[in-house]
């Protein structure tokens, strides 16, 4: 078998496409993938060495041949029970990155012999143990190993690699459940299906290509009832969404608002009542006011030896009213907030109407006041 690095053998038979040593062997290191990967890119792209593969899902055995020969995903491991009839398992790895409660951004690594814990009701984020080298007419899908969907977890939606994609993944993963959800570092996370497109590619011919095996499915997981699933994620234990939990919180929060809300209004009725009452006692107390300020003014007119007097009292008197309408226009204006609307129209309209009278009698007061010197004039001494 020729190095890794050597370039395709040429075609004994002369009709023109590239020839490349069978590999029999998984690569070993990251960078023998490359260099096998490389093989079927760059200036060589598109080059399919299995051209008799047909555009289709491929089957375990297919799916072990493109892995040998193009490292089209590193590492790869078929020994351990990680490769079904038709996807491939793969862990977690790299890094575990989440946001907790106070919206600070966690990242740590992934250890083979270590756990990640996803919070409960959460969306965290895990990165995958194997690096992709996808030739152009190989795409990828994938989906959460079922164990952990038997278990309440959720994968993040679009689980497709496109063709020609090299680099490791991010997986999304939603934990729905009302308990934290730990994951090893060495079980399975997701199960993969790789599908070769029908994208048009250059034949490239490998020589003394391996037989590969398929791998069935295995017997004991067929006609199995709902318990033997659960049985195999959770022993039974109960699968609890935190959605309830959180609606019933919710709801619960709510109602405390609404009575709250209830309370308060009643509160605020009873207050602006009150406040209501003792503006319309005082408007009134002005009007009888105002009757006894008329009085005066009446008794300067009639009682010309007396009107001095009264009429100061009298000019006195509507000083105070006008000083007790400012005091009461204040208070109405600071209840707006909480009266109700034609309540306060009216109290505003009285208090228009008490303005207008308190002017007509300053305005009569001091006819009468003027007059009053006159008549003192007239009578007076000569």
């Excluded at 919206?103 to 740590?108: E, F, N, P």
């Excluded at 499915?217 to 699968?239: G, H, L, M």
């Excluded at 109602?255 to 408007?283: C, M, P, S, W, Y």
Aim: aromatic share 8%; charged share 25%.
């Amino acid at each position: 078998m020729l190095p890794p690095s050597d370039p395709p053998i040429p075609n004994a038979e002369g009709n023109g496409l590239p020839t490349f040593p069978a590999e029999t062997e998984y690569a070993l290191t990251d960078d023998v993938a490359e260099i096998r990967s490389a093989r079927y890119q760059g200036d060589k792209l598109d080059i399919d060495p299995f051209p008799d593969i047909p555009p289709a899902l491929l089957s375990s055995e297919h799916i072990k041949a493109y892995v040998r020969q193009t490292g089209m995903i590193h590492p790869f491991d078929d020994d351990k029970g990680r490769l079904k009839s038709a996807s491939y398992e793969v862990n977690a790895g790299g890094r575990f990155i989440y946001w907790d409660e106070a919206g600070c951004k966690k990242s740590v690594p992934v250890a083979k012999d270590g756990t990640i814990t996803l919070p409960a009701n959460s969306i965290s984020f895990v990165q995958i143990d194997i690096t992709f080298r996808l030739p152009q007419y190989i795409a990828v899908r994938f989906n959460l190993r079922i164990t952990h969907v038997h278990r309440g977890l959720l994968l993040g939606t679009g689980p497709l690699v496109d063709p020609g994609f090299h680099g490791t993944l991010l997986i999304p993963l939603h934990n729905l459940t009302s308990d934290e959800y730990t994951i090893r570092g060495d079980e399975g996370l997701i199960w993969m299906e790789f599908t070769k497109t029908s994208h048009p590619s250059k034949h490239g011919i490998v020589t003394n290509r391996p037989v590969a095996k398929f791998d069935p499915t295995e017997p004991r997981k067929n006609n199995q009832p709902p318990e033997y699933y659960f049985d195999r994620a959770s022993k039974n234990r109960p699968i609890r969404s935190s959605i309830p939990g959180v609606v019933a919180d919710a709801n619960s929060k709510a109602q405390e608002a609404v009575d709250a809300a209830t309370r308060a209004e009643r509160t605020n009725k009873i207050f602006v009542g009150g406040g209501l009452l003792a503006v319309a006692g005082v408007v009134v107390g002005l009007f009888s006011f105002f009757e006894s300020v008329k009085a005066n003014v009446i008794a300067a007119y009639n009682l010309a030896s007396t009107v001095s007097v009264a009429a100061t009292q009298a000019g006195a008197d509507a000083k105070r009213a006008q000083d007790d309408v400012k005091d009461v226009r204040a208070a109405v204006d600071a209840m707006a907030a909480r009266a109700p609307a034609e309540e306060l129209q009216r109290l505003r309209a009285q208090l228009e109407e008490t303005r207008v009278e308190v002017q007509v009698l300053r305005r009569e007061l001091d006819r009468a006041i003027a007059r009053s010197g006159a008549t003192k004039n007239d009578t007076g001494p000569r």
